[in-house]
């Protein structure tokens, strides 16, 4: 992949080595000889999990760090000693946008374009292009602070683009943002591309956001894993990907898992109330027995299928105890919301939403940050009180009843919150003992929850100095130590990388199927397939309710006869569907 | 038993929080240390080496008498001698000295005489403390030379009218470093035990991990007898170290029971714990936590009569010291340390303190669910 | 030109960032603005040196036209609120309740002793726990026995000798006031406060948030982004110090002796050095909690105890003196009470400024140094 005409190139890196020192220890790689390049008038994807060495590249190409070794050119400028010029030329987004919070978003907007010395008399053509581009235009004297996510980033973006630049460098500008923001992100810097011909480097986490690049580079452990074009990465899979009905659409959990489990299937996923698959032998009819699906069908490659193909992970074994089928007392409604009602001053958190929860289901709330999910959650768990309505969990109200009433939920927050400075062993042991285990119970939990979750080796390193995803492990295996019956999850997999998230997933699968009630938060619309029941929210509403197949029944038109949730949700906050009494019980 | 079990569990981790992480490790020891030795030896209002310039005008052997016994002082420190009433402001003013004894011209021939002669002593009024002090010093050494010059210098001792007999009692040497120490542990105790718990919620609102506590079976009476204790132990502690520094250091005096000592020390610690845990949950972050401990040590701390006499603020002020924790414990620490009090005698500052107490840890508990973020 | 005009452009968005982000964080207003009141008023009122209406025994059985006038003495004076007690056992215990601070003593045949022989001592006993009130109360108390004998000798009633006089005067503070020498020092807290705390937090804030990468990847220039935090902090930093000043002025009624452009001039000096220790702090550590501890133990502390605006240095040990030397506070201490009280005294004031300068110097040097565009 060496460049091949470097008058079109933007970007270009040479051997390029990023090391962080470390204090006593040898120091972190965070980028190991990466050699890549940026045309202009494309979009190149940075694709990898977390801790890949997105970032670093990003932050090298702007001149925030300088190369250990090797070399890298933006704009045939070089980063280590030309970073001024660079940073007039280039627009940079950093992860969260360092907006001001307390100025207006023209006030953001003035302040970045003196900064890189837009002149007074073009701003004014600048500002409306750019205030038409975000949909910005009717919200200038809203203080920043006060957007929604979706906005935060498109004002962000609008800033990064204040001087019409050559280059733009976005650092994962869809993390945590609603579906429709996220598209018309995508959209504006399309529009950018094709209009003014500028190069794009764009990290992501969102695999699904991958195909609309032009050009994709995986990272992974701070090497350059693979580059091409989405078209090259799809034939590495061609032919691989296969989609499995179940039986029936309760089913599908279950399938997920027994394929999921193969180990010739490199990846399954529930897209659409079918498993997708990608398989490593040639014979996908040959996985399972004809009984146990309805349907095999070839499908289209993505990018997603690929990069699963091509990133070694690990194999989660979750197999459901197939002899004990799930418990049938579904009637048994474990947690129900009649009327629900939060206001924060004359703020409208969550307004009348009403919905129950069966015993062993996993219940989904979905929707934008914002809409009103975590204020949902935090009233279920008597965190927050309620403004009115009512609320039972397990028969009680966590807010008024004893502590005791406590002891049967598990709760995994939203960001990792166990207690940092101490050890892996010392945070199972505190929490096990907060629920009265003790003696022998306590050892055999804390043994459970070290092989369960691959937690041994690690057990004495503190907390915080985990990687990401043995965080969320350790978060999870410290919320199911005492055998709750409920289990409370905000945002779990909010942060995770796309195998880490699978793997979560696959985990909440099993204990669901072993009776455990779950309720979980998430913003990833496609993680919403996992779920039984469904509550979509937004401004504090709920939009829709029901399966997932139902809600996509919702979004189901002649253009899109095979829509995704996503879809749903879209046409949802559009007013779009065909059918708002859809709202299914 | 299950109960017990669980607050067990609870007290051990808000230990270990405190114990792994070294930063607040140091904040617990390091500081305390540095504070005491620095302001045990800063924090004082003694003057010492006053220096001073002498205008003598008389030229005789009997001003010449006097003005030795200024130089023979080891409160003064001659710096030079002036020639004329022209440079004493010039030689204050440049805070070259900081008084001038000014003997006057005929200072013998009017004293022979027995008519009045003067010694002018002249102050640089710019700090107050140590021109009065310094004044002090001075009329001492002329009473003194007054008093010799009567009896030993062959006058007639008839004419001696009136001795003024002065005596310090508890503190003969008038030394205001024993003052200043006695109370300054329980002081730089406050302020680090203040710091401890009024983060220790917010940490854990800031971390997330309070909701995990508040999900759990734990009441808020549990989560707050966990939160308090650790620092009412290092308080203990901390508080403990420096009253032996303060006896094997600085060579104070402990005249008073060390019962005592431990009683109010233990109910100051309760009441400042109190007043940090009702900052802390009303706190959302850490630097909400750190300002408003900031803003309960700094009023504490110049209302506490540590540094200055509450005696000397007006009356509305001396009243509303009444509700300032730091003041009992000042007061009671003085007591026990330079005047041997016992339990009885400072029960006088035993029971405010249990009623802040009272008044601060319920709300703090209520707090703890009820806070809106 | 165009260069230039691209200079002011940042600076103006800069400055006019942070004047808006001041203007609507009440944070900063309170640290700013109140503080420095509150401050005024805690030391103001809160701490005195000068003790009055001292409680203090007087033993007495007698009642003769000289113990009279003697006792009036102690009435009259403003220092002392005397009680009346007749026998010294009885002022040892109120003296040792801390009911009294301490006690005169007019033995039985004060009166007959005086006529007699002239001589009649009188006792005053003091608690010397507080060593410093102790030592002023005792002055006090031979202050009034020094009019009394005055009086008599005025009267007649006296014995010719007169002995040595002692006439004092407490230059640049007559009546002594602790609180004029208090006002001026507080000065310099206040704008420590400032200058140092509020600087790092602020700044650590900025990297806390995410907002410092997104303004360090624009063609910004490292002066720019320094002038961006001192010019508003310096505004926001004077303006504590007048009304520090103005309160100091007009409630506390300090006499302000030397000039107003010089005070002003050499507290810009000082909160030059104040906010380039803020800066160098934000420089080295990037978050608040650990910006706000050092900012307070090495910052507000020894701004308090070792500048000499309560404490007098010359009378703490040598170490802690030449340790002194290197906090600007103690410096500019020694100008705002020369400026406030003396006057302009070139003597004290250059060589304070030039320190100031040179650490002004030094620490923004330092802060050039350490601060860089990059993350790293």
Request: with cysteine; glycine share 8%; proline share 5%.
């Amino acid at each position: 992949m060496s460049p091949q005409n470097s008058d079109n190139h933007v970007l270009q890196a040479q051997g390029l080595c990023k090391d962080f020192p470390r204090k006593g220890q040898a120091p972190t790689q965070a980028l190991i000889d990466v050699s890549l390049a940026v045309q202009a008038g494309m979009i190149t994807g940075l694709v990898g999990s977390d801790g890949a060495g997105k970032t670093t590249l990003l932050r090298l190409a702007a001149g925030l760090l300088l190369p250990t070794r090797g070399q890298i050119r933006v704009l045939n400028l070089d980063c280590a000693h030309q970073s001024i010029e660079i940073q007039s030329r280039v627009g940079y987004m950093p992860q969260q946008f360092g907006l001001y919070q307390d100025l207006t978003v023209q006030e953001n907007l003035d302040l970045f374009a003196d900064l890189q010395g837009v002149p007074k008399n073009i701003r004014p053509q600048r500002y409306a292009r750019l205030l038409e581009m975000t949909d910005l235009a009717p919200f200038t004297g809203r203080r920043a602070g006060k957007l929604s996510g979706g906005m935060k980033q498109k004002l962000g973006l609008a800033c990064a683009l204040i001087k019409s630049p050559q280059m733009l460098l976005l650092d994962e500008p869809t993390v945590g943002v609603d579906p429709v923001s996220r598209r018309d992100l995508w959209d504006i810097v399309a529009q950018l591309v094709s209009e003014d011909g500028i190069g794009v480097l764009i990290a992501t986490s969102y695999l699904d956001e991958a195909d609309r690049c032009h050009r994709l580079v995986v990272l992974q452990n701070g090497k350059v894993l693979a580059q091409g074009n989405p078209e090259e990465f799809h034939e590495k899979v061609r032919g691989r990907v296969y989609r499995f009905t179940p039986n029936r659409p309760e089913e599908i959990r279950l399938l997920q898992a027994t394929l999921a489990a193969r180990n010739d299937v490199l990846d399954a996923a529930i897209r659409s109330g079918r498993v997708r698959c990608v398989i490593n032998s040639v014979s996908a009819s040959e996985l399972l027995p004809k009984t146990d699906f309805k349907q095999i069908e070839s499908c289209e490659p993505n990018f997603e299928d690929a990069f699963m193909a091509l990133a070694p992970h690990p194999r989660v074994e979750f197999l459901p105890d197939q002899t004990n089928e799930k418990p049938q007392v579904a009637q048994d409604i474990v947690v129900k919301a009649r009327n629900l009602k939060k206001t924060f001053g004359d703020f409208t958190a969550v307004s009348g939403i009403n919905f129950d929860v069966q015993r062993g289901r996993i219940f989904g709330l979905l929707g934008p940050n914002g809409a009103g999910k975590t204020t949902t959650f935090r009233m279920l768990c008597g965190l927050t009180s309620v403004s009115d309505g009512e609320i039972s969990v397990a028969g009680h109200n966590l807010r008024r009843s004893r502590a005791r009433a406590r002891a049967d939920l598990g709760y995994m927050a939203q960001a990792f919150s166990l207690y940092r400075q101490l050890s892996v062993h010392s945070n199972l042991e505190f929490y096990g003992r907060s629920y009265g285990l003790h003696g022998k119970r306590l050892e055999q939990r804390i043994d459970w929850a070290l092989d369960e979750f691959e937690l041994r080796e690690r057990r004495n390193l503190p907390a915080g100095d985990l990687p990401g995803g043995f965080k969320q492990r350790l978060a999870m295996a410290t919320a199911m130590l005492h055998e709750p019956a409920i289990l409370f999850l905000d945002e779990p997999t909010s942060g995770a990388d796309p195998l880490a998230r699978r793997e979560f997933w696959l985990r909440i699968n099993g204990f669901a199927q072993q009776g455990v009630t779950v309720i979980v938060t998430t913003h990833f619309m496609e993680e919403a397939e996992y779920c039984d029941h469904l509550m979509i929210m937004s401004h504090g509403t709920d939009l829709a309710q029901g399966t997932p197949d139902a809600i996509r029944q919702l979004a189901r038109t002649p253009d899109t006869p095979d829509p995704t949730i996503e879809d749903a949700f879209i046409a949802l906050a559009e007013g779009r569907t065909m059918n708002l009494s859809g709202k299914a019980s | 038993m299950y109960v017990l079990r669980r607050i067990m569990a609870l007290i051990k981790k808000e230990f270990m929080v405190i114990l792994r992480d070294p930063k607040s490790r140091f904040v617990v020891i390091g500081p305390p240390l540095i504070q005491f030795f620095f302001f045990g030896y800063a924090a004082t209002f003694d003057v010492t080496n006053v220096r001073y310039a002498l205008l003598d005008q008389d030229r005789t052997s009997l001003s010449r008498e006097l003005a030795a016994d200024f130089s023979g002082s080891e409160n003064f420190q001659l710096v030079r001698y002036l020639n004329s009433i022209q440079e004493i402001d010039d030689a204050i003013d440049s805070q070259d000295v900081r008084i001038v004894i000014h003997i006057e011209e005929n200072f013998t021939k009017k004293l022979l005489t027995d008519s009045a002669a003067t010694v002018q002593v002249i102050a640089d009024g710019r700090n107050s403390n140590v021109a009065s002090v310094a004044l002090g010093y001075a009329e001492n050494i002329i009473s003194k030379f007054n008093q010799d010059q009567l009896s030993g210098g062959g006058s007639d001792p008839s004419k001696i009218f009136l001795s003024i007999d002065d005596r310090a009692w508890f503190n003969s040497n008038l030394l205001s470093r024993w003052y200043i120490v006695a109370p300054l542990g329980g002081t730089i105790s406050m302020v680090i035990v203040m710091i401890l718990t009024s983060l220790s919620v917010a940490r854990e609102r800031e971390f997330g991990t309070f909701d995990q506590l508040l999900v759990a079976p734990f009441t808020p009476g549990e989560i707050l007898l966990a939160k308090s204790l650790p620092g009412i132990i290092f308080g203990l502690i901390d508080s403990m170290l420096l009253v032996a520094g303060s006896v094997w250091w600085f060579g104070l005096p402990f005249k008073g029971s060390i019962i005592a000592l431990v009683l109010i020390m233990t109910l100051f610690m309760i009441s400042i714990v109190g007043i940090g845990l009702l900052v802390s949950s009303l706190s959302m972050t850490m630097q909400q936590a750190l300002l408003g401990s900031f803003a309960f040590i700094m009023p504490a701390v110049v209302l506490s009569g540590f540094t200055t006499p509450i005696e000397n603020m007006p009356q509305w002020l001396q009243t509303g010291t009444l509700a300032n924790p730091l003041r009992y414990i000042v007061t009671a620490l003085r007591w026990i340390f330079l005047e041997g009090a016992g339990i009885a005698d400072v029960w006088p500052q035993m029971w405010p303190l249990m009623i802040i107490a009272a008044l601060t840890l319920p709300p703090a508990a209520w707090l703890f669910r009820h806070r809106v973020g | 030109m165009t260069m230039n005009g691209s200079f002011l452009m940042r600076l103006r968005g800069l400055l006019r960032k942070e004047y808006l982000q001041i203007i609507r964080d009440p944070s900063s207003i309170l640290l700013a603005l109140v503080m420095p009141l509150i401050m005024l008023f805690l030391f103001g009122y809160g701490v005195s040196l000068n003790p009055t209406r001292i409680q203090v025994a007087i033993v007495t059985t007698e009642s003769s036209p000289a113990v009279n006038d003697l006792v009036a003495r102690f009435e009259l004076s403003p220092y002392f609120a005397p009680l009346f007690v007749t026998s010294a056992n009885e002022a040892q215990k109120l003296v040792s309740n801390g009911e009294v601070d301490g006690f005169i003593n007019i033995r039985d045949g004060f009166t007959r002793d005086l006529v007699k022989t002239g001589q009649a001592p009188v006792q005053v006993i003091v608690n010397g726990i507080d060593a410093n009130r102790a030592r002023l109360i005792a002055g006090y108390a031979r202050g009034a026995i020094e009019k009394w004998r005055e009086l008599r000798r005025a009267r007649g009633e006296q014995a010719a000798y007169a002995g040595v006089q002692i006439a004092s005067r407490i230059r640049f503070n007559e009546s002594n006031e602790s609180r004029f020498f208090l006002v001026p020092g507080l000065i310099a807290l206040i704008m420590t406060l400032i200058g140092t705390l509020l600087t790092a937090l602020v700044i650590a804030r900025e990297w806390e948030r995410g907002t410092m990468e997104a303004i360090l990847v624009t063609p910004l220039r490292l002066h720019e982004l320094l002038l961006g935090k001192l010019i508003p902090y310096y505004i926001l930093g004077m303006l504590g110090m007048l009304i520090s000043v103005a309160g100091g002025l007009w409630i506390f009624n300090v006499p302000l002796r030397g000039s107003f452009s010089l005070l002003f001039l050499m507290s810009s000096l000082f909160l030059i050095a104040s906010l380039g220790f803020g800066l160098a702090i934000s420089a080295a550590v990037r978050a608040q909690f650990v910006a706000a501890q050092i900012a307070i133990l090495a910052g507000f502390l020894p701004a308090f105890f070792l500048s000499g605006m309560l404490f007098d240095l010359e009378s703490t040990p040598r170490v802690i003196q030449w340790v002194s030397h290197i906090i600007p506070a103690r410096h500019f201490v020694a100008i705002s009470h020369t400026l406030f009280l003396a006057g302009n005294i070139t003597s004290v004031l250059w060589p304070a400024a030039a320190a100031l300068t040179v650490m002004a110097a030094v620490l923004l040097l330092i802060v050039r140094r350490k601060l860089s565009k990059r993350l790293e």
